[in-house]
Nanobody, 119 residues
């Protein structure tokens, strides 16, 4: 059974920093992509950043230059370093992993962690 355990959310003032972690376990197949999404109240869930197993990264325009995604393939953990946080970054942040095996992709989501940025 795949488990994603997220940590690192909280309350921070604008301009501050937080680091999110997501540790994955129980996968049967290899992880090919790890990423972070967020959902603010009344809005759709959106991609924040993801990272492939070759290290290539993808960021939403709203976080470029402020957030950095990284992964530890030994620990099956993905991190999101968030700097210069803004009130509009307030949301529930979800970890997502994609595995590939037997010719198919499977996606798994974490439970979400709240990030609140005060002005």
């Amino acid at each position: 059974q795949v488990q994603l355990v997220e940590s690192g959310g909280g309350l921070v003032q604008a301009g501050g920093s937080l680091r999110l972690s997501c540790a994955a376990s129980g996968m049967r197949f290899s992880i090919v992509v790890m990423g972070w999404y967020r959902q603010a109240p009344g809005k759709q869930r959106e991609l924040v950043a993801n990272i492939s197993n070759d290290g290539s990264t993808n960021y939403s325009d709203s976080v470029k230059g402020r957030f950095t995604i990284s992964r530890d393939n030994v620990k099956n953990t993905v991190y999101l370093q968030m700097n210069n946080l803004k009130p509009e970054d307030t949301a529930v942040y979800y970890c997502k992993i994609t595995t590939r095996g037997l010719g198919s992709l499977k996606h798994y989501w974490g439970q979400g962690t709240q990030v609140t940025v005060s002005s």
